[in-house]
């Protein structure tokens, strides 16, 4: 842990960075890129670095780095809510993306948010191993703008996230977003970036004590390697690895079906723990990693987008980034909205001191490996639940197909037939109405869908019952 004094050179112009498909000046954001330059440690274990998560580590060599930060704030300084969050760009696909921003941008926009997307791994800045085996780092796409980056390796990466949010927490750091009273830093992760904050968690944040809480979003089983290693370069079958006991802050995570059990990666089952005193764990029933609001919906989701695009995107569809897969995507709407409702959770959490509700894991079954244990419409049980899976038009699950890596992420769905619909919902659409509405006021109520979308999500599901276009 090296406590360096960081330069910081404003970037002018537009950032590298794929964050909407409208102007976020017409959300009321600007947009502003930064270089943050200083020496980082890298750490060495203590003790054994055990499945509970409860690591011991101590500084060991130093290295020097000049990395990126784009930062998010609004307009009119009077909407900032007092919270930065900082997300770890996740680099699977060979490229810095903010996939919380992805989920979670409507919450942190009309909330009223700043937010910093840190090129935390050498992958995003200048390349290296990824899922696909493409290199779109910073210094490949635009060698000129970001020449002066440089990442030392990923054994570096823990404590260059702790000096960017205890910057953000410094007078030069509130210089950096525009002077707005900073109150609490939160940091964010999902996937790859998730990994890399359970090892933060439990490595790093009881010496470094930066971040006022942790949105940890669709971690698998294991924790990222503490010594920089890539992980597409293990060995063996990682072990599962539990968040620390004794947390020092709040932490939410929320996993998915995907997640959960697995087949891209060993799943999260093999590191599950009880809630605590600043745990809460979210297994969100029928959501896969990723879906149709990934790829199709997020990016034209301002919040004033027509409803009719909006219904559109969630099509289904059996295309996947140019393959033509045996099944549908899935195409259910929760996850994002699940993802809103934790970030103000943990947000009133760190706050106010009043803990996340607390759901139910996912029922699972033993057999060759974890499964979910399915009810007669072929959908999950247990688990965090919406109208989609309780009240629900098709069968939506966080297990995909074994076509390729993606396929598997991006889960599966099905739309039911017109008999099941009939069955179900002797009523028609007014009956589905009704019954979705009330299972929507009960997550609502149980605080796992905010009521700020509440409006939204029975127009979106008016607009895209299939009986009403059979």
């Given at each position: 842990?090296?406590?360096?004094?960081?330069?910081?050179?404003?970037?002018?112009?537009?950032?590298?960075?794929?964050?909407?498909?409208?102007?976020?000046?017409d959300?009321?954001?600007?947009v502003?890129?930064f270089?943050?330059?200083?020496?980082?440690?890298?750490?060495?274990?203590?003790t054994?670095?055990?499945p509970?998560?409860?690591w011991?580590?101590?500084?060991?060599?130093?290295?020097?780095?000049?990395t990126r930060?784009v930062?998010?704030?609004?307009?009119?300084?009077?909407?900032?809510?007092?919270?930065?969050?900082?997300e770890?760009?996740?680099v699977?696909?060979?490229?810095?993306?903010p996939?919380?921003?992805?989920m979670a941008?409507?919450?942190i926009?009309?909330a009223?948010?700043?937010?910093?997307?840190?090129?935390?791994?050498?992958?995003?800045?200048?390349?290296?191993?990824?899922?696909?085996?493409?290199?779109?780092s910073?210094?490949?796409?635009?060698?000129?703008?970001?020449?002066?980056?440089?990442?030392?390796?990923?054994?570096?990466c823990?404590?260059?996230?702790s000096q960017?949010?205890?910057?953000?927490k410094?007078?030069?750091?509130?210089?950096?977003?525009?002077?707005?009273?900073?109150r609490?830093?939160?940091?964010?992760?999902?996937?790859?970036?998730a990994m890399?904050?359970?090892t933060?968690?439990?490595?790093?944040?009881?010496?470094?004590?930066?971040?006022?809480?942790?949105l940890?979003?669709?971690?698998?089983?294991?924790?990222?390697?503490?010594?920089g290693?890539?992980?597409f370069?293990?060995t063996?079958?990682?072990?599962?690895?539990?968040f620390?006991?004794e947390?020092?802050?709040?932490?939410?995570?929320?996993?998915?079906?995907?997640d959960v059990?697995?087949?891209a990666?060993?799943?999260?089952?093999f590191a599950?723990?009880?809630?605590?005193?600043?745990l809460?764990v979210?297994?969100?029933?029928?959501?896969?990693h990723?879906d149709?609001?990934?790829?199709?919906?997020?990016f034209?989701?301002?919040?004033?987008?027509?409803?009719?695009?909006?219904?559109?995107?969630?099509?289904?569809?059996?295309?996947?980034m140019?393959?033509?897969?045996?099944h549908?995507?899935?195409?259910g709407p929760?996850?994002?909205?699940?993802?809103?409702?934790a970030?103000?959770a943990?947000?009133t959490?760190v706050?106010?001191?009043?803990?996340?509700?607390?759901?139910?894991?996912?029922?699972?079954?033993?057999?060759?490996?974890?499964?979910?244990?399915l009810d007669?419409?072929?959908?999950?049980?247990?688990g965090?639940?919406?109208p989609?899976?309780?009240?629900?038009?098709?069968?939506?699950s966080?297990?995909g197909?074994?076509?390729?890596?993606m396929s598997?992420?991006f889960?599966?769905?099905?739309?039911?037939?017109a008999a099941?619909?009939r069955?179900?919902?002797?009523?028609?659409?007014?009956e589905?109405?009704?019954?979705?509405?009330g299972a929507?006021?009960?997550?609502i109520?149980s605080?796992?869908?905010?009521?700020?979308?509440r409006?939204?999500?029975?127009?979106l599901?008016?607009?895209?019952?299939?009986?009403?276009?059979s």
């Amino acid at each position: 842990m090296t406590n360096s004094t960081a330069l910081v050179t404003a970037a002018p112009g537009k950032p590298l960075l794929l964050l909407s498909a409208y102007d976020l000046a017409d959300v009321g954001y600007r947009v502003e890129e930064f270089f943050v330059s200083a020496t980082a440690s890298s750490y060495i274990p203590v003790t054994e670095l055990g499945p509970d998560g409860r690591w011991d580590v101590t500084p060991s060599g130093s290295a020097d780095f000049t990395t990126r930060i784009v930062v998010l704030t609004p307009t009119d300084p009077a909407r900032f809510n007092g919270t930065v969050l900082v997300e770890w760009l996740n680099v699977s696909g060979g490229i810095d993306a903010p996939a919380v921003w992805m989920m979670a941008h409507r919450e942190i926009i009309r909330a009223g948010y700043a937010y910093v997307g840190v090129s935390a791994q050498r992958v995003g800045a200048e390349g290296g191993d990824s899922l696909l085996g493409a290199d779109m780092s910073l210094k490949t796409q635009d060698p000129q703008r970001y020449a002066p980056l440089h990442h030392p390796g990923d054994a570096f990466c823990y404590d260059m996230f702790s000096q960017i949010g205890g910057l953000l927490k410094s007078d030069e750091g509130r210089a950096l977003l525009g002077d707005l009273p900073v109150r609490r830093v939160i940091a964010l992760g999902e996937s790859q970036s998730a990994m890399f904050l359970t090892t933060y968690i439990n490595a790093v944040d009881p010496l470094a004590r930066t971040y006022d809480g942790f949105l940890v979003h669709s971690r698998f089983g294991s924790a990222a390697p503490l010594d920089g290693t890539s992980i597409f370069a293990e060995t063996e079958e990682p072990q599962g690895v539990a968040f620390r006991p004794e947390l020092r802050v709040p932490l939410l995570t929320v996993v998915t079906e995907t997640d959960v059990f697995g087949g891209a990666r060993q799943g999260y089952y093999f590191a599950r723990q009880p809630d605590s005193n600043y745990l809460r764990v979210w297994e969100i029933a029928g959501a896969a990693h990723a879906d149709n609001y990934t790829i199709q919906v997020a990016f034209i989701d301002s919040g004033s987008a027509p409803l009719a695009d909006i219904a559109a995107a969630y099509t289904p569809t059996n295309m996947l980034m140019g393959q033509q897969l045996a099944h549908c995507i899935n195409f259910g709407p929760q996850h994002h909205y699940v993802v809103q409702a934790a970030l103000a959770a943990l947000n009133t959490w760190v706050a106010s001191g009043e803990p996340a509700p607390s759901a139910e894991p996912l029922a699972a079954r033993e057999t060759e490996g974890p499964q979910p244990v399915l009810d007669g419409n072929g959908l999950a049980r247990g688990g965090l639940r919406t109208p989609w899976v309780d009240v629900p038009v098709a069968r939506t699950s966080g297990l995909g197909g074994e076509e390729s890596i993606m396929s598997m992420i991006f889960g599966s769905g099905e739309l039911f037939d017109a008999a099941t619909l009939r069955r179900l919902y002797p009523g028609g659409s007014t009956e589905y109405l009704e019954r979705f509405t009330g299972a929507l006021d009960a997550a609502i109520r149980s605080g796992f869908i905010l009521a700020a979308d509440r409006a939204e999500i029975l127009e979106l599901a008016a607009a895209t019952y299939p009986g009403a276009r059979s």
